[in-house]
């Protein structure tokens, strides 16, 4: 899939992070009160300004952590509804260019991570 850098996927995100993901984006310096926010349930996510993930540059329509980014943002747009289980997200304009094995394998992907941030959230 190509991505049309579009920014549609950072917008008013509800990422959620692993404490994988908050650990390696602390590595490159930014501070968890900068993009980790937590939910009432103890779920991780990341932060939004200005109606963009802190992480988007509106100017470039670019990712600035692209290479360190949340393992879910690198499994966008395959998601997992409350409802459907594994979909391909209706907002991402080349969404529907992925096939039916990219969607199963990254599927597989999408719900171990869900696992793990399930107990993640649990402990805290
Ligand atoms: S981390 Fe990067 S790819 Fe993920 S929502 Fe933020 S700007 Fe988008």
Redesign the pocket.
Same mark, same amino acid.
């Given at each position: 899939m190509h991505c049309l850098r579009c %920014?549609a =996927? =950072?917008k008013e995100?509800e990422?959620l992070l692993s404490a994988e993901d908050i650990e390696r984006l602390e590595g490159k310096s930014y501070s968890k009160k900068f993009f980790v926010r937590f939910d009432r349930a103890g779920y991780a996510k990341?932060r939004n300004r200005l109606g &963009? =993930? $802190?992480? &988007?540059d509106v100017k470039k329509q670019r @990712?600035? $952590?692209?290479r360190e980014?949340?393992l %879910? @943002?690198r499994l966008?747009p395959i998601i997992c509804d409350d409802i459907k289980g594994i979909i391909v997200d209706k907002i991402c304009p080349a969404g529907a260019n992925l096939n039916e094995n990219k969607i199963k394998r990254k599927g597989k992907k999408v719900i171990k991570l869900l696992e793990k941030i399930d107990s993640e959230a649990k402990l805290r």
């Open positions: %920014g =996927c =950072c995100t990422m990341l &963009y =993930c $802190v992480f &988007y @990712c600035k $952590v692209y980014r949340p %879910g @943002c966008y």
